[in-house]
């Protein structure tokens, strides 16, 4: 008993070991993360050792074209909801975001390489006012967080540039970023901005515009009327 005992004892202590061997080999590893976006089209995969993962593979053009096929006269009738973010929600993103991740990058940024790294933004809203302000406050923004990022961040291959246009009403984007991290590192980063990102993205809803219901105030009025005659 005593024999069976021991040989069990050692096959769990090899199968843990083994176990440990493995998960080490897994963290260190790096992985490469490929982000881009153009034409409203988002694309993200990752490379991890010699496995090519789509996380975000590029929608297909025909399955897009059968729903607009089947969609009837009445759905295309519809208004369609506003979707994005508001000028709030950006000035409060570049106010607390950049500052949550800078401290959780002194620790342990180096252990990052950014490459390349391509941003293009179109500057635009609404009001030429707002895009003059907005175009500002966002050179502003590069101007004081890049320097830094550089400290913490090894990049290579940047090219970021700012495009504000006084005659369109919306923002457009052309983004190539590509990330190579161990997992390991990538999760002490995480756990420690964690906390911060929660509270920035509390914050960050809160500022969501909502629009007012007109239905519901021209159903009062008719019922108002309804009533009066």
Known sequence: MKGDELVIGKIVLVVLGVVLILLLVVLLIPAYVRITYEQGELRV???????????????AKQEKSEQKDEETEQEKTKPKKKTGINREQIFYTLDTLPAILLKALKRFGQRIRIEPLKLHVL?????????????????????????????????????????????????????????????????LVLL???GGILKWYIGFRKRATKEPQKNGKNKDTTAQAEKAA
């Open 123 to 187: 500057v635009a809203t609404p009001d030429p006012a707002d895009t003059a302000i907005l175009y500002g406050k966002l050179h502003g923004f590069l101007g004081a967080f890049l320097p830094p990022l550089h400290r913490c961040v090894r990049i290579r291959e940047q090219d970021i540039q700012l495009f504000p246009d006084f005659s369109e009403e919306r923002m457009d984007y052309i983004a190539d970023i590509g990330v190579a991290i161990r997992p390991g590192s990538a999760l």
């Open 45 to 59: 995969f990752a490379k991890y050792a010699w496995l090519t993962i789509p996380i975000i593979p590029p929608a």
């Open 192 to 194: 420690c901005a964690l």
